[in-house]
C-alpha cells in the first residue's frame, strides 16, 4: 500500500490467448467456455519461501498443473513444462506449505500414491522407491513429501 494506491508485490506475466469480455463474467457458461480457450492461468495457490516464491497456474486440458518459481535473488521467474524425473514431483502439484527456508511440504493419500507405483519406480532410484512402498497400503495415513527449491 503506498499513498497513491496498491502497488503489486509479485505479477506474472501468463501468456493469454484473449481476455473474457466483461458481459460473458456473468455467464457461468460463457465463462468457462471462454476460460477452457485460455492459456495458463493464475488458480490462486503460492506459497512464499525464504528465497523463493512458488505460484500454482492451471492449464485447461492438461493432466498437469503448472506452476511457476519467483526467485528473489535472480529477480526472475522460471515456469515449470510439465516434464520431470522424479516420480515424487508429481505430488508437487498438491496444495505447498512452506516448512524452512527454501523447503515447502505437501501431502497425498496413499490410494493416489499408490495409484503412480509404476512411474515412480520407474522415474526415481530403486531405494527411494522401495522406502516410499514399503509397508504403504491404501488404508495408510497421508504421506507428506518435502521439496527443496535450488536454482
Do not use: H
Not at 505460484?55 to 535472480?74: H, T
Not at 516434464?83 to 508437487?92: K, Q
Request: glycine letters at 4%; one cysteine or more; a positive charge.
Amino acid at each position: 500500500m503506498t499513498p497513491n494506491g496498491v502497488l503489486p508485490y509479485y505479477y506474472l506475466n501468463v501468456k493469454r490467448n484473449g481476455n473474457i469480455k466483461e458481459e460473458d463474467k456473468n455467464n457461468v457458461d460463457k465463462f468457462n467456455e471462454k476460460l477452457e480457450s485460455l492459456s495458463a492461468y493464475f488458480i490462486g495457490d503460492f506459497v512464499e519461501l525464504k528465497d523463493y516464491a512458488i505460484f500454482g497456474l492451471s492449464e485447461p486440458r492438461s493432466s498437469w498443473q503448472r506452476f511457476a518459481v519467483y526467485s528473489k535473488a535472480k529477480k526472475k521467474c522460471y515456469y515449470c513444462t510439465g516434464n520431470y524425473f522424479d516420480g515424487r514431483l508429481r505430488f508437487a502439484l498438491n496444495p505447498r506449505f512452506p516448512y524452512r527456508d527454501d523447503v515447502f511440504v505437501t501431502y497425498a493419500q496413499a490410494i493416489e500414491v499408490m495409484k503412480f507405483k509404476d512411474e515412480i519406480y520407474r522415474l526415481c532410484k530403486k531405494e527411494d522407491a522401495e522406502a516410499l512402498f514399503d509397508g504403504l497400503t491404501e488404508d495408510s495415513n497421508p504421506i507428506l513429501f518435502f521439496y527443496r527449491v535450488k536454482i
